[in-house]
């Protein structure tokens, strides 16, 4: 009998650790130097740098990478575990060697690319020596991938990739960009000429790329793989955005219940007002299903693969934006007015949850997935009505009992009455 919600003691220590390691080490250097942790300067680098080797040590660095990718193959649970404490601080995912969009193209790298390119790119991806970005929506359309134009013609010994993108998140810091065109997924180092990055919008980047050539090597995986390449990554990272959106929202619970035990309304702490009440109950309940639908999916991945969880992972994706929503409300809502200032994190989280319904595609194409791989496992009813129709199973039932029924006048009536009975309700 495996159904088990507890953490083993071992990683629970490192649990403890993280924890404690995030709150006295990574939280103050957010505070005072934020962006320490994916900065190149060179100060600023040497305050990130030792945290980031004290995670090392600990055997914690990288965690999502599976052991047949080469990572310390912890399997997602863990994972999923330890993001839990991660998402709530705004670096701790890069002092983990754990954030996106680094995590998504290392997983495609580390699962399709050559001895050469692993060495080439993701060894030093992951030292964090280099960073990297993912282009795969186009301007015209982001939802429908048979939209996308971008492609890339084969010239000697050359690719030459023509098409533009948008929303690159980080792409202007990039050191290599991976680009989806409709015939192949190709790493582009970003200073290759002909790459060109417009002004708006400035995290998520517009990238023009102009007859951009790059060696027949910069392929990754098969010619016109791009699309099964590009699940692969998205699979993955959908299910890590989830699993730093359930330390979100437990942030946000947190702050609305020590607010509820804080402040005063109408001669009382508001703790006691039933609509109070009412507001962290929902929340207590609406977290706990996101976190255990997050902790289903990563148990479902680690015993079987992304493929076949694929279901569950479309549903903590549309879930996670809804209980953020739903969530951050509450607890902005429950602040007063200062919910409504950047003071405290919830004005953001509250902001992010519209992003959350829709990077990583949006939830409408999630629920479709849902629904239409639900239904595969269901058939029309037979007939004219449905298979819970009363009147009609009883008749079938009855079938079973009729040589009964016929040889006991006395059981047959008292059966006819509680029938009755039963309908009257
Ligand atoms: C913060 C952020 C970061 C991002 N980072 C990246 C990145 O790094 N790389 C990258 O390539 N992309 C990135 N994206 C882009 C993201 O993947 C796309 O925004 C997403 O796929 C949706 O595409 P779209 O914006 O063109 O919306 P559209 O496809 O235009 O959809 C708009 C609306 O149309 C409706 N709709 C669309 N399709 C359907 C459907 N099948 N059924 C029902 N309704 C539908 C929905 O209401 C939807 O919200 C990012 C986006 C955001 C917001």
Not at 108 to 127: C, D, I, S, V
Not at 190 to 213: A, K, Q, S
Request: a negative charge; aromatic letters at 8%; hydrophobic letters at 40%.
């Amino acid at each position: 009998m495996a159904w088990d919600f507890s953490t083993e003691p071992e990683f629970q220590e490192q649990l403890d650790w993280v924890a404690d390691f995030c709150v006295n080490e990574i939280e103050p250097l957010d505070l005072v130097f934020p962006g320490a942790a994916w900065s190149r300067n060179p100060k600023a680098r040497a305050l990130a740098d030792p945290l980031k080797q004290q995670v090392k040590d600990r055997g914690l660095w990288a965690l999502f990478l599976d052991k047949d990718l080469g990572g310390p193959g912890f399997g997602q649970l863990k994972l999923a575990l330890l993001n839990e404490i991660l998402g709530r601080y705004r670096s701790a995912p890069v002092m983990f060697g754990t954030a996106a969009p680094d995590t998504g193209n290392m997983e495609m790298l580390a699962a399709y690319g050559t001895p050469e390119q692993k060495e080439r790119w993701l060894t030093p991806l992951l030292n964090q020596e280099i960073f990297s970005a993912y282009s795969m929506t186009e301007p015209q359309g982001g939802s429908d991938p048979n939209l996308f134009k971008t492609h890339a013609v084969r010239d000697g010994d050359e690719w030459v990739i023509s098409g533009e993108k948008w929303f690159t998140s980080a792409g202007e810091r990039a050191d290599i960009i991976f680009v989806m065109c409709t015939n192949g997924m190709f790493v582009v180092p970003h200073e290759t000429p002909g790459v060109e990055i417009m002004d708006f919008p400035r995290l998520h980047n517009h990238i023009r790329y102009n007859n951009v050539r790059v060696p027949a090597d910069h392929l990754l995986g098969p010619e016109d793989g791009a699309k099964v390449l590009a699940q692969r990554r998205l699979g993955g990272g959908r299910i890590h955005h989830a699993m730093r959106t359930v330390a979100q929202v437990r942030l946000a619970f947190d702050m609305m219940c020590e607010r509820a035990l804080s402040r005063e309304s109408h001669g009382k702490v508001i703790a006691e007002h039933q609509m109070v009440q009412e507001a962290i109950a929902d929340t207590y309940a609406e977290i706990n299903m996101l976190r255990l639908l997050v902790l289903w999916t990563a148990w479902t991945i680690d015993n079987s693969s992304t493929r076949e969880a694929r279901t569950q992972i479309a549903a903590c994706k549309y879930t996670m934006g809804k209980v953020l929503r739903e969530v951050s409300y509450r607890a902005l809502h429950m602040m007063g007015s200062l919910g409504t200032t950047n003071l405290t994190p919830l004005q953001a989280m509250y902001a992010g949850a519209p992003t959350m319904a829709i990077a990583d595609g949006v939830d409408e194409v999630h629920k479709v997935t849902v629904a239409r791989n639900v239904l595969k496992g269901y058939q029309p009813h037979e007939g004219l009505w449905p298979t819970e129709y009363i009147p009609a199973k009883r008749d079938q039932a009855r079938k079973k009992f009729e040589g009964l029924i016929a040889a006991d006048p006395e059981l047959a009536a008292w059966a006819d009455a509680a029938v009755r009975h039963a309908e009257r309700g």
